[in-house]
């Protein structure tokens, strides 16, 4: 049994994924922020939050008393959509610098998150498999 057969995991990592490509696309964005015509584009933006209430909501689906599977329907596949941001410049450029670097930022805060959260439950999870006792 790997760690990605437990959904919450599966999850985060997912979720470290979406993160980790969104950044590649707004940084795109800033480095053509000077380009004419060029429209900035994010990801299309996966429910992640619907997602983790689906894989908890009725339990672990089974198929044998040994296996476990995901019931998650998150998938890994991320598409690059055109979003303009809030003005235009004369040769129709769109990138707002300001508004991408904030992108940049709520990124990484969302991802040092999940980060967090992914270290702390393989944690919990080896110190549980481990038996340990304190």
Same mark, same amino acid.
């Given at each position: ?25 707004? @940084?795109?964005?800033?480095? #053509? /922020?000077s380009t004419p015509g060029f429209?900035? *584009? ?6 992640? =939050? ?29 598409r690059a959509v055109v979003t303009?941001?809030?003005? @235009?410049?004369?040769?129709? #450029? /769109? ?6 670097? *904030?992108?940049v930022a709520e990124t990484q805060? =969302? ?24």
């Amino acid at each position: 049994m790997s760690l990605g057969d437990f959904p919450l995991l599966n999850l985060l990592q997912q979720k470290m994924s979406w993160l980790n490509d969104r950044q590649g696309v707004l @940084s795109r964005n800033i480095a #053509n /922020s000077s380009t004419p015509g060029f429209k900035p *584009m994010d990801l299309n933006a996966k429910d992640f =939050a619907s997602a983790v209430s689906e894989a908890t909501r009725g339990g672990l689906t089974t198929t044998n008393a040994m296996h476990l599977r995901s019931k998650s329907s998150v998938g890994g596949y991320f598409r690059a959509v055109v979003t303009p941001d809030s003005q @235009s410049s004369p040769d129709g #450029n /769109s990138v707002v610098v300001e508004e991408q670097m *904030m992108k940049v930022a709520e990124t990484q805060m =969302a991802y040092a998150e999940a980060a967090g959260l992914y270290k702390k439950m393989y944690s919990m999870w080896r110190t549980a498999l481990s038996g340990s006792r304190g």
